[in-house]
């Protein structure tokens, strides 16, 4: 039986994406910051006879992190790793964005390489992102700066240290940076999908980032035109992902390629 890990999956996209993916036979990890909301929303699942596993995981706290890798080392490989958690939070300084960036790059990052060793050699990872993080909003510079082939973890990392500072000093947009840090997140949260799949160029894992689109959740509002069954259908065919035409290093909606 394949297993899957979804962050953020006590309620809304990740809880319909760990639901989906356990109805197609996946031993799921259902992952979450609030312990009790998480195991209400296994025990949902569990009432229908599906395979779900719950687990306290807080992807800004490192020793969260580093107790659930431990927690997974008695686990067979990961088939798909879905890094769904994050945060949209209100107002913009420069502590929105720290801890905005914190969440959403930072935290997605931090998990996927806590447990990068116990992915299968096959495994798909997928970067829930928005088309907020589209690039068109960037200056020049800091697009092809993003786009560049060459682009390292540690210049995305300066990227981020750049946008907190100079939002600290009211320059972000001096520096070519939108006024929203969930924007700048997701932008920096695909620059490492990019990242990361070049690194593990050659083998048979597949890294890829997906736009769910406006979506009916806690975060979305009740205006969002997307219903969560809609959202997640992109999230789960990337975290499936088979046959000879698998792409890599990718941003998706509706299982189709979009512009970063």
């Known amino acids: 039986m394949p297993i899957a890990v979804v962050t953020g999956a006590n309620r809304g996209l990740g809880l319909e994406t760990a639901h989906t993916l356990a109805r ?3 031993r799921v990890w259902l992952t979450g910051r609030d312990a009790e909301s998480s195991k209400q929303a296994a ?3 569990q009432a229908e006879g599906l395979d779900v596993q719950v687990a306290a995981l807080d992807i800004t706290d490192q020793a969260s992190i580093r107790a659930f890798s431990r927690e997974m080392q008695t686990e067979p490989a990961i088939a798909a790793l879905v890094n769904n958690a994050g945060a949209s939070l209100k107002g913009f300084d420069s502590r929105i964005a720290a801890l905005t960036l914190d969440s959403n790059y930072r935290g997605a990052a931090r998990v996927t390489d806590a447990l990068w060793d116990r ?5 798909k ?3 829930v992102s928005s088309g907020m993080g589209k690039l068109a909003k960037f200056s020049p510079t800091l697009r092809e700066c993003l786009l560049a082939p060459t682009l390292t973890r540690a210049q995305i990392e300066e990227i981020a240290e750049e946008f907190v500072n100079a939002v600290a000093r009211g320059e972000h947009e001096a520096f070519g940076f939108p006024s929203n840090a969930y924007a ?3 932008a920096l949260m695909n620059a490492f999908t990019r990242v990361l799949a070049r690194e593990g160029a050659g083998g048979a894992r597949r890294v890829n980032a997906v736009c769910p689109g ?3 959740t806690r975060m979305g509002g009740d205006s969002a035109p997307r219903s969560l069954t809609e ?3 992109g999230i789960v065919w990337a975290a499936t992902l088979s046959g000879e035409e698998r792409p890599n290093g990718g941003f998706f909606r509706d ?3 979009i512009a970063w």
Do not use: D, I
């Open 24 to 26: 197609r036979g996946y």
């Open 43 to 45: 025990s949902a699942l």
């Open 119 to 123: 992915l299968a050699p096959n495994a």
């Open 125 to 127: 990872v997928v970067f």
């Open 184 to 186: 700048v997140s997701k």
């Open 214 to 216: 406006w979506v009916k």
């Open 231 to 233: 959202g997640a259908s």
């Open 255 to 257: 299982g189709k390629a």
